[in-house]
């Protein structure tokens, strides 16, 4: 096996955020990440940092079957790690956009 180029890493984060965005989900609506509950930098960065290791950690599950597969939402391992490459790039966004700090 070849590793993948640089071109299908990023086609393939593209078609991946596409496809997590605009299914969307049912805890929050397009764009609430960004704004919802307090807009400041500590904490949305946090918040992503923790939610994309939360996704990871439940794809490690499942790939070493200690978890079931899918999950109660009906997610996959696959699922989990496409949430996780979406809730790193809120961060580097929120990071870019360098909100205010407490």
């Known amino acids: 096996m ?27 609506a397009y764009g609430e990440w ?3 509950d307090r807009p400041v930098h500590d904490y949305h960065i946090s918040r992503a940092i923790r939610r994309a290791i939360r996704h990871l950690a439940t794809a490690q599950m499942m790939l070493h079957k200690s ?5 109660g939402e009906g997610e996959d391992a696959i699922d989990h790690l496409e949430r996780a490459v979406v809730r790193a790039l809120f961060c580097w966004a929120q990071a870019k956009k360098e909100l205010p700090r407490l």
């Open 67 to 71: 978890t079931p597969c899918p999950d």
């Open 34 to 36: 960004f704004h919802i």
């Open 2 to 28: 070849t590793p993948p180029s640089i071109e299908e890493l990023g086609k393939a984060a593209e078609d991946i955020v596409w496809r997590v965005m605009g299914k969307g989900s049912t805890k929050s």
